[in-house]
T-cell receptor, first 116, second 114 residues
């Protein structure tokens, strides 16, 4: 069975600080995908990144960066120089990498509040 | 390009009633998945449809059902509503299905059961 753990329920930081959201996963699959989604107050889940299990390269996109470490089953997300618009609930998710399996297993989410 | 559209945005029903939620995927997307989001259980997968066929199903009772039409639009039905069915129901679409593709979500339908 797959499981995603986001131990941080809520985080508050002052604007312009850096913040890291933790994600730890469990799976017996050798091939899988990891995702991060953002959920603003409007409710829609906004896709941020997908990483497959064979690609452990870290990725940077503007102020966002992701650190994937297969050895510790972690896929952490860092926001640099945070802004108020980053306030949202962030979800880490996991899926099998088999064609035809659309099921995403989500963590419980981390509510991030950026204080102006 | 329009995103995933879910209607209605809000619904209030009473116990025992049934409800139908609608989801229009992004144009060209053939796979539609449904998720339930509650404060207690978080985001849980309900089912996924591809080419009008249910391809995957989560662990929900038979009161939860769905279907997909030839234009890829999907509906989800919940019969004999219970208080615990109050939730945000999210729909997601992807181009061809399978995790080679990414799921894009709508804004959801917030269902309140009184």
């Amino acid at each position: 069975a797959q499981k995603v753990t986001q131990a941080q329920t809520e985080i508050s930081v002052v604007e312009k600080e850096d913040v890291t959201l933790d994600c730890v996963y469990e799976t017996r699959d050798t091939t899988y995908y990891l995702f991060w989604y953002k959920q603003p107050p409007s409710g829609e889940l906004v896709f941020l990144i997908r990483r497959n299990s064979f690609d452990e390269q870290n990725e940077i996109s503007g102020r966002y960066s992701w650190n994937f470490q297969k050895s510790t089953s972690s896929f952490n997300f860092t926001i640099t120089a945070s802004q108020v618009v980053d306030s949202a609930v962030y979800f880490c998710a996991l899926s099998e990498a088999s064609f035809g399996n659309e099921k995403l297993t989500f963590g419980t989410g981390t509510r991030l509040t950026i204080i102006p | 390009k329009a995103g995933v559209t879910q209607t209605p945005r809000y619904l209030i029903k009473t116990r025992g009633q049934q409800v139908t939620l609608s989801c229009s995927p992004i144009s060209g997307h053939r796979s539609v998945s449904w998720y339930q989001q509650t404060p207690g259980q978080g985001l849980q997968f309900l089912f996924e449809y591809f080419s009008e066929t249910q391809r995957n199903k989560g662990n929900f009772p038979g009161r939860f059902s769905g279907r997909q039409f030839s234009n890829s639009r999907s509906e989800m039905n919940v019969s004999t509503l219970e208080l615990g069915d109050s939730a945000l129901y999210l729909c997601a679409s992807s181009p061809q299905g399978g995790q080679l593709n990414i799921q894009y979500f709508g804004a959801g339908t917030r269902l309140s059961v009184l």
